[in-house]
């Protein structure tokens, strides 16, 4: 009997597949809206490529991918037009692997975000195709990506580079207005738990955290002058460095100004601390990609006390290291985070295309309840969207391009075919994109004061 209500159980979620997202939580999930589901159905498709990548660079992953017919020509080598060398297929099929499973994953999202194009409310058909058919979207991503896998070498690799590059750029800048937000929510939330509760162990727990932050933030501001500063050539990153730690100290003191204070009086030390965090591992990030070893140290030849030296040729790459892990653990976070936030911020929800969200009332819970007790998403978007269709596929487009040179740690394909180097090109993107979140999150503090006559609560 019980394996015959587990058959009926899959063949029931089977069915739902090929439906709309209310019946993607069958009697397992709480009640919550449309479109929060269909936004973590999509994300779950996101994470799910991701996690394909990672494998695909495992070590060992390499002898099993030469077996896929004109993946690797010879099974060791192959020749790049107008150059001479060969590449050691050792060192690029992980690589390959990555680029072609997030081109399939960028292309996914790239043509929802076309065909989502103003969609104004859950009546329009297209809605449909975005909250359903579950079954047909997996089954159109597995064929992007089988396709993707036979797509020939040459000038391939070096221009999808750039587009990751480009697409990076754009996706730290998200993640820091995803954080700008997700501290404003926090920081409101304890605030309002102060008041009505227990307010000297909330205020506590609020300082704690921000003198964590600071310290910690502080902590890599003294590292980075000590371990990637100390060679002949390392001025950029002392520039960087010291103006990151300036910003940081500008932000920090405009957030608890008076004014700003009396115009958002949920603006304070929470936000400023955490976003200099984030700015600091950036930095951090950047410099990591410095070709120079002299002035990008490994956190291994750190812990032995001895200097990081060039890959040569035909040696293995490393393709992970410590701030990669830490992307990926903040990726997954402002993925998660995007996929369910429901924020009242209305400048964030200005730039991430997002409308006002409230919580599950008692009457949607009821209605979202069946007559047979199952739960149901409540359709919260018949007389408008709560999001933006287009602009949140197009988020999962850049988060694509984001895991793609997150993975292959930056590293420039016609640089070196030999061994994949770092590159200048991406502690420049880094580095800017952290400028370019700096005056987004200044321009959050500053814009109520200037445009005093506009509603920014």
Known sequence: MGACMALCSIASCASCLCGSAPCLLSGCCPSTYNSTVSRLAFSFLLLLGSLVSVIMILPGMETQLKKIPGFCVGGTSIPIPGIENKMNCDVIVGYKSVYRMCFAMACFFFLFSIIMIRVRSSKDPRASLQNGFWFFKFLILVGITVGAFFIPDGTFNTVWFYFGVVGSFIFIIIQLILLVDFSHTWNQSWLENAEEGNSKCWFAALLSFTVLHYALAFSAVVLFYVYYTTGDDCTEHKVFISLNFIFCIIISIIAILPKVQEAQPSSGLLQASLISLYTMYVTWSAMTNNPNRKCNPSLLSLVNNTLSPTPAPGQDVQWWDAQGVIGLVIFFFCTLYASIRSSNNTQVNRLMQTEEGQGLAADDHEAATGDDGVRRAVDNEEDAVTYSYSFFHFSLFL???????????????????????????????????????????????????????????
């Open 399 to 457: 988060a694509s391009l984001y895991i793609m040179m997150t993975l292959t740690n930056w590293y420039q394909p016609d640089a070196d075919y030999q061994a994949m180097q770092s590159s200048m090109p991406a502690v420049w993107v880094k580095i800017s994109s952290s400028w370019i979140g700096l005056c987004l999150y200044l321009w959050t503090l500053v814009a109520p004061l200037i445009f005093s006559n506009r509603d920014f609560n």
